[in-house]
T-cell receptor, first 107, second 115 residues
Framework: LAKTTQPISMDSYEGQEVNITCSHN???????ITWYQQFPSQGPRFIIQ???TKVTNEVASLFIPADRKSSTLSLPRVSLSDTAVYYC????????FGSGTKLNVKP | DTEVTQTPKHLVMGMTNKKSLKCEQH?????MYWYKQKAKKPPELMFV???????INESVPSRFSPECPNSSLLNLHLHALQPEDSALYLC??????????????FGPGTRLTVT
């Protein structure tokens, strides 16, 4: 099974940049790295996906080093509404969610 | 329309009941998924359908029976469940591509309680 390691929880304040790092030592050559966000009692929501180097969209940036054994999700200027659980997965045709990081944004 | 709908939102059933969960999407996605999520745990993959055919069964007990009647619909038939099957059941869909994984769109889930 694909296995990722993330911090269990993180605290931040509104307006700060938050970086969540995920370790995926067993990533396969074909695997992509994907991040999802989940609010309580809702389904996960796709944030960003990448294969290598850096990917940026309107919501976040994803940094992947050359060895691809880790990745960092960067959320610029978080707000209270970014309080959620963030999941990292490395996947190709199967989707195994890691334990997730509970981000708590404080005012 | 980028929505995945699931019905019912909540379901309470006894261990001898038979019930079904329904999922629908109109995004033209040809892959559909069932996940189970217990409280404070990540979603666990149960089944994957690709082009209306079951492609992955993650060793799920036979009391859970999936069905994909057409490309827009996905059902999960439930029979003789146990209290430990109580969870949030999530449906998702995505495009299919052999060269890269596509993002999954998740429904809001069905909160199932087995008494």
């Amino acid at each position: 099974l694909a296995k990722t390691t993330q911090p269990i929880s993180m605290d931040s304040y509104e307006g700060q940049e938050v970086n969540i790092t995920c370790s995926h030592n067993n990533i396969a050559t074909n695997d992509y790295i994907t991040w999802y966000q989940q609010f309580p009692s809702q389904g996960p929501r796709f944030i960003i996906q990448g294969y290598k180097t850096k990917v940026t969209n309107e919501v976040a940036s994803l940094f992947i080093p050359a060895d691809r054994k880790s990745s960092t999700l960067s959320l610029p200027r978080v707000s209270l509404s970014d309080t959620a659980v963030y999941y990292c997965l490395h996947n190709f045709n199967k989707f195994y969610f890691g334990s997730g990081t509970k981000l708590n944004v404080k005012p | 329309d980028t929505e995945v709908t699931q019905t019912p939102k909540h379901l309470v059933m006894g261990m001898t009941n038979k019930k079904s969960l329904k999922c629908e999407q109109h995004m033209g996605h040809r892959a559909m998924y069932w996940y189970k999520q217990k409280a404070k745990k990540p979603p666990e993959l149960m089944f994957v359908y690709s082009y209306e055919k079951l492609s992955i069964n993650e060793s799920v007990p036979s009391r859970f029976s999936p069905e994909c009647p057409n490309s827009s619909l996905l059902n999960l038939h439930l029979h003789a469940l146990q209290p430990e099957d109580s969870a949030l059941y999530l449906c998702a869909s995505s495009q299919v591509d052999t060269s890269k994984p596509y993002e999954q769109y998740f429904g809001p889930g069905t909160r199932l309680t087995v008494t």
